[in-house]
């Protein structure tokens, strides 16, 4: 990399973290863009950094689910500054959990969702691999958040979960270990995202 390259990478990420607001955050005058790197965040190894999800992920990632999956109990595993919890309110997600390990990111998610009258969103300081997920119908959505082993648990645990289960994977990096249980269905596979459903959710017609 020439001195003009590297000098032009840390201008994008002292503007990525510590100056971006895009207009997600603009329109809800919230702070949910600005990147925080894997290792201010003081977490565990198989953690990814802090990136808010892109609108038109979490629109495009919706749109393969039923309409009935709103009632569904809805987690953000990794939540971060809330993005996704808030896109799942706007979209009529009804009961919406944030699991995030980070002291720091679920201060500012709180923030934001004072800010936005979203009191009844929750938010959980917790590892998501040790989650007990309550015995009712689910979606989880997950943004990248960590890598095996962690991932791997969780998995686990959801492959073990008997109500149904719709899974949103946004930057799936490791899908494989999800088609590997043989347990759940990819509705959508893409570069970018998977959505699975396992055996319990309704069929799809
Ligand atoms: C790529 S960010 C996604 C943020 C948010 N879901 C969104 O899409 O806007 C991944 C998040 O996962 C969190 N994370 C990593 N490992 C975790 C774990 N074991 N339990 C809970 N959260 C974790 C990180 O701290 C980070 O905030």
């Not at 100056?19 to 600005?34: I, V, Y």
């Not at 959505?141 to 994977?169: C, E, G, S, W």
């Not at 570069?191 to 396992?198: A, D, E, K, Q, S």
């Amino acid at each position: 990399m020439s001195i003009g390259q590297a000098i032009r990478s840390v201008r994008v990420r002292v503007y990525e973290e510590f100056f971006a607001r895009d207009d997600f955050d603009r329109a809800r005058k919230t702070e949910t863009s600005r990147t925080v790197h894997r290792k201010r965040l003081q977490v565990c190894r198989s953690a990814q950094s802090y990136f808010a999800t892109q609108p038109e992920f979490f629109e495009r990632a919706c749109s393969y689910l039923p309409a009935e999956a709103k009632s569904y109990q809805f987690f953000d595993l990794g939540s971060g500054k809330g993005r996704v919890l808030i896109m799942a309110r706007e979209h009529g997600f009804r009961d919406i959990t944030g699991v995030e390990l980070s002291r720091s990111l679920n201060r500012t998610c709180k923030r934001n969702l004072e800010k936005l009258k979203m009191t009844d969103v929750q938010v959980r300081e917790e590892d998501a691999s040790a989650i007990q997920f309550p015995d009712a119908p689910l979606v989880i959505f997950m943004y990248n958040p960590f890598k095996p082993p962690i991932f791997n648990k969780v998995i686990d645990h959801l492959a073990r979960h008997t109500q149904p289960v719709y899974l949103v994977y946004v930057t799936p990096m490791f899908r494989k270990v999800i088609q590997e249980t043989n347990h759940f269905t990819p509705i959508v596979e893409l570069p970018y995202l998977g959505v699975y459903r396992n055996p319990a959710c309704p069929a799809v017609l």
